[in-house]
């Protein structure tokens, strides 16, 4: 009956809930038995579909068994959904985000190697992660990838585009959120196609060298994502700082990756990062800018296959 | 509600061992259709006729869809008999219950469950040129009527996805029309395969329960929020108060429904705004421009059964969802294989896969004079007078047979119409003394040709999609392509000029030139 196909991947979705009540919408790509698992965490304002590029890079690896790959939406995001009303979102935080991976983890991963890939929010995330549930770290993760990301301070840099955001009033964001159906229909007016907003997106977010096709997707996965999403986490990537509690990481291969053009999380976070964890390898990458998963996929599919092979002990690559 | 009289044929101790049951009329199926003959035979004090139903109980569709979410996507008031209303429904758009027990119950009201004979599925008809009646055979023993109505259904019998695997998979497997209420779904890694107007009901439904639900989508449909609400107690005692106003709306909705016919089969253009409704909704309710695409069909509004639902695209963005439109490759024990190598676990499998309607099973089992099945004589495509009578085929009446179906309003209206056409013809006959009343040739080819050039430039045909609407080589042979009280006109009367009668008492041999 198995007819002409010669190889299948298998693919699920899973809705992992969260203890507030919010079901996180993730893909599990792979063979169950697979030797490890990589586990992806997007950035603000994205999906998981901002790591296609990578995801397809790895298909092959995946339908030869090498490794399971599992991508989530984070809450608020692409088809997760915010917790429930009974549980009011009080202060959102990016450490409700890496508690957030640790349910993924543990519904969808509950045994074996993990190498985790996070860029930006999503880099965060992880580092939460670390900073609350230290005993993961060399046990059952052992590697990490954190791609255009910071440990805090964001809001200090004055000349930065996060920094600018980052100081934004609350009263603003409260009013903006508000009259967020409204916004949203004004940024309706707008949309990914528009040149004006293309030019925006790539000012503030690709180096030099990125396509326009790039620039395109990249500005369609933001504008699917809601205002909500942007207003609620704002305050909470300000508030985010992990400086003194990396501890857990340097237990574990860490591959770190930023642009030099990154307007967002400009190289100094991911020097800061490097400084904090002495082993972990930098990759200071040229005319590329915040979105690198997507700019330079080769790139983080390298380092993940460098951190899978760590995993497993032996070469995938 | 359910009065338990029961007419079961007598048990015959070996097949075709007891003698025939005569009656005058026989008609298949108590459906909608069904049921409404059988009234009108009563309340023309016909008493001698019998419903032959395959199944337990009346209600046909109504009685089968039991899906969760099954409900109907005409406003009930409209949605119903017009000689029986009910002021009672719960809601605009009643659910299966409702309306299964609505049938229930106006079946037991008007005395026709005593005619019903249950358990008897037509295995073959044929007419009878010398005895000059119809011999039915059922599982429930023989029949000989004069005269046969076949209400046999149009979406009656399932049709199942020629897909290889189909038979290895080892999990649960339903169609929407005979759904497994035993099977608890929740917890359930489920497949839907389709996205017709069962799926969009189904799939809400069932997705807050599943662990994970796929949806295999051929193609996307165009679909328009629904305006279903519950109906306030105070407005159900004002119906009951004053039937008039009930009448009423019934009479605004229809007329409403009717304007659409204007974009379906005459001017495209009035399609636009409802075209731009359905993007509206779509867009309001799905964020993801993949998911978008995905969902966005590439044919005009109204090609296709438009469908209406407020949570099908939710349901299809919900975390736990996906759907999935590469095509099905195959299906194994335990999943689906998509073309495009990837292979999902699945323990259940649903199949939306709708209905056999060009090629309706029922017409294999009726042969006329000739002895020739009614499925070989439309091998070409089905052909009528008036949707209702076929030549070749004396004193044999098709409710809800060819180009009677309608999308777009109360497929009731259009039954009611034929069942007032049969109630004349049955008047005609008994006036003139008539045994035998058979439709022309011509009749038929001047009906075909009326159908054929009433469905130029509908949407329809020209719309740029493939529906089930049109037979294999694209003809229009299942829907009205016109307004519908433009049908309710047509058979309003018998045309006795498309008609050659045969007095009772005619020597047999006579009938020859009618051929
Ligand atoms: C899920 C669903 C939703 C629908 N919603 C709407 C709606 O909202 N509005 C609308 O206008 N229409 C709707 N329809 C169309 C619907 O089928 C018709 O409105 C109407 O119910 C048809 O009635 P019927 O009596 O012609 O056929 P059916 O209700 O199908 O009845 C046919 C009967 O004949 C019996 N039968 C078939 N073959 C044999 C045999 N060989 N021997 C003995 N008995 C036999 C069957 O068991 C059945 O009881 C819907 C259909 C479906 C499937």
Known sequence: MTGTLIRTVRKRTAAVPTTDGARLHATVEGAEDAPVTVVLAHGWTLSQAAWDDVAGLLADRVADGALRLVRYDQRGHGRSTWSSPTHPESGLSIDRLGADLAGVLDQLVPTGPVVLGGHSMGGMTIMCLSATRPELFGDRVRGVALVSTSAGDLASDPRSAGGRMARIRPGVLTAALTGAGLLERLRGLVPPTHPRHRTVVRDLLYGADATDEMVLEGARIMHASSLRAFIEFLPALGDHDKRTQLDALTRVPVEIFVGDSDKLTPERHSAHLAEALPAARLHRVERTGHMLPQERPELVVDGVLRLVAGATGRDVA | ?515
């Open chain 2, 1 to 515: 509600m359910t009065s338990t009289t029961r007419t079961h044929a007598t048990p015959s101790p070996g097949a075709g061992a007891a003698a025939p049951r005569e009656v005058r009329v026989a008609v298949i199926g108590s459906g909608f259709a069904g049921l409404a003959m059988g009234i009108t035979l009563r309340q023309r004090g016909e008493t001698d006729f019998v419903l032959l139903e395959r199944a337990e109980d009346v209600g046909g569709t109504w009685r089968d869809n039991t899906y969760p979410g099954a409900a109907c996507d005409v406003q009930s008031h409209l949605y119903s008999y017009s000689f029986a209303p009910n002021p009672d429904w719960p809601r605009s758009y009643s659910e299966q219950p409702e309306i299964q027990a609505y049938l229930q119950a106006t079946a037991d009201r008007y005395g026709v469950r005593a005619h019903c004979v249950f358990g008897a599925e037509v295995t073959a008809a044929r007419w009878d040129d010398d005895a000059r009646r119809w011999q039915v055979w059922t599982t429930a023993g023989e029949f000989r009527a004069q005269v046969l109505v076949s209400a046999a259904g149009a979406l009656a019998d399932p049709t199942y996805p020629d897909i290889p695997g189909l038979d290895t998979f080892e999990g649960t497997v339903m169609h929407s029309a005979r759904w497994d209420s035993s099977h608890d779904v929740s917890g359930r890694k489920v497949a839907v395969i389709g996205t017709g107007a069962s799926a969009v009901q189904i799939v809400p439904a069932i997705q807050p329960q599943v662990e994970s639900i796929a949806v295999y989508q051929r193609t996307p449909a165009w679909v328009i929020p629904r305006t279903d609400h519950p109906v306030k107690p105070w407005a159900r005692r004002l119906y009951r108060l004053v039937p008039g106003l009930q009448r009423a709306l019934r009479g605004v909705l229809y007329a409403s429904r009717e304007f659409l016919v204007i974009g379906l089969a005459k001017r495209r253009a009035f399609l636009k705004p409802v075209g731009r409704l359905a993007r509206a909704h779509l867009h309001r309710q799905v964020r993801d421009p993949r998911l978008r695409a995905a969902l966005t069909p590439d044919y005009t509004i109204g090609c296709k059964r438009i469908l209406i639902s407020n949570d099908w695209f939710p349901a299809v963005s919900a975390p736990n969802a996906e759907l999935v439109t590469a095509g099905i490759a195959e299906i194994r024990p335990r999943s689906i294989v998509t073309r495009d190598g990837v292979e999902r676990p699945t323990d259940t499998l649903v199949l939306a896969t709708g209905f056999h309607v060009t090629d309706l099973p029922i017409a294999e089992r009726i042969r006329g004079r000739d002895a020739r099945a009614l499925a070989e004589v439309w091998a070409g495509g089905m052909v009528s007078n008036r949707s209702t009578t076929v030549a070749g085929f004396p004193n044999l009446f098709l409710l809800v047979g060819p180009n009677v179906g309608v999308g777009h309003t109360s497929m009731v209206y259009m039954i009611e119409s034929q069942v007032a056409y049969v109630d004349d013809a049955l008047r005609t006959m008994a006036a003139e003394g008539l045994a035998v009343l058979e439709t022309t040739p011509r009749a038929q080819e001047a009906y075909r040709e009326l159908i054929a050039r009433k469905s130029q430039g509908t949407v329809w045909l020209g719309g740029g999609c493939a529906s089930w609407y049109l037979d294999e080589h694209g003809h229009n042979t299942t829907l009205w392509p016109d307004f519908t009280f433009r049908f309710r006109k047509l058979t309003r009367a018998l045309d006795r000029e498309n008609y050659v009668g045969i007095p009772a008492g005619a020597p047999v041999r006579e009938q020859g030139e009618a051929a």
